[in-house]
């Protein structure tokens, strides 16, 4: 059984860095061909893909927080990381790391159980 659990911040100052981390147990991050992916929620909306690490290392951002975004991991820890840069209130949102079964944002199989990140001063 593959368990993902975010760990990070809950609260986040205008302009400053968002990092969250996920580690995973039950299955490495290395094995074929699973997306270690970050996806979010803000309050009243619906899921936002940020994006994914892939089992290579390859990574791959929404188009439209590209320039804000950045995925690593730690393999010798089984996590993944999210840093999302120059964070406004609009960045407020319950924030979920998943497995994607085939990199396309459609069929995740297993979830962390999300966690409240809140951009204010």
């Known amino acids: 059984q593959v368990q993902l659990q975010e760990s990070g911040p809950g609260l986040v100052k205008p302009s400053q860095t968002l990092s969250l981390t996920c580690t995973v147990s039950g299955g490495s991050i290395t094995t074929n061909y699973y997306y270690w992916s970050w996806i979010r929620q803000p309050p009243g909306k619906g899921l936002e893909w940020i994006g994914y690490i892939a089992y290579s290392g390859s990574t791959y951002y929404s188009p439209s927080l590209k320039s804000r975004t950045s995925i690593s991991r730690d393999t010798s820890k089984n996590q993944f990381t999210l840093q999302l840069s120059s964070v406004t209130p609009e960045d407020t949102a319950v924030y979920y790391c998943?497995?994607?079964?085939?990199?396309?944002?459609?069929?995740?199989?297993?979830w962390g159980q999300g966690t409240q990140v809140t951009v204010s001063s």
């Open positions: 998943a497995r994607d079964l085939n990199g396309l944002g459609s069929n995740y199989d297993y």
